[in-house]
């Protein structure tokens, strides 16, 4: 199984990151994938995630409304856009495949997990 998350860094607040999860497609071309997050300290929390056809996709409050999620199907590769950071969005984020095609907030409905991508923001 092959999840590669990148495009991590540090920036000031109000910046933006773009991340990437780059998939193996007999992983994750029919299955929804998600982002997840993890500051030090801190739960797990979900960021956001989008259905295996890139039509559906959900949010969690953290970030709604600053954050885009897409999928480009052909290079099997899942961007999450993230403006307007703040230094609480500060954590490593992870990307994750579902078990089924849907977008799906809930950890336990993702089976395979990336390494994560260090996100620092700084005030």
């Known amino acids: 199984v092959q999840l590669q998350a990148s495009g991590g860094g540090s920036v000031q607040a109000g910046g933006s990151l773009r991340l990437s999860c780059r998939t193996a497609r007999r992983t994750s071309s029919n299955n929804g994938v998600g982002w997840f997050r993890q500051a030090p300290g801190k739960e797990r929390e979900f960021v956001s995630a989008?259905?295996?056809?890139?039509?559906?996709?959900i949010y969690g409050d953290s970030m709604k409304g600053r954050s885009t999620i897409s999928r480009d199907i052909t290079t099997n590769t899942v961007y999450l856009q993230m403006d307007s950071l703040r230094p609480e969005d500060t954590a490593v984020y992870y990307c994750?495949?579902?078990?089924?095609?849907?977008?799906?907030?809930?950890?336990?409905?993702?089976?395979?997990w990336g390494q994560g991508t260090q996100v620092t923001v700084s005030s």
């Open positions: 989008i259905g295996w056809r890139g039509t559906s996709t």
């Open positions: 994750a495949v579902a078990r089924g095609p849907t977008a799906t907030s809930e950890p336990r409905n993702y089976n395979y």
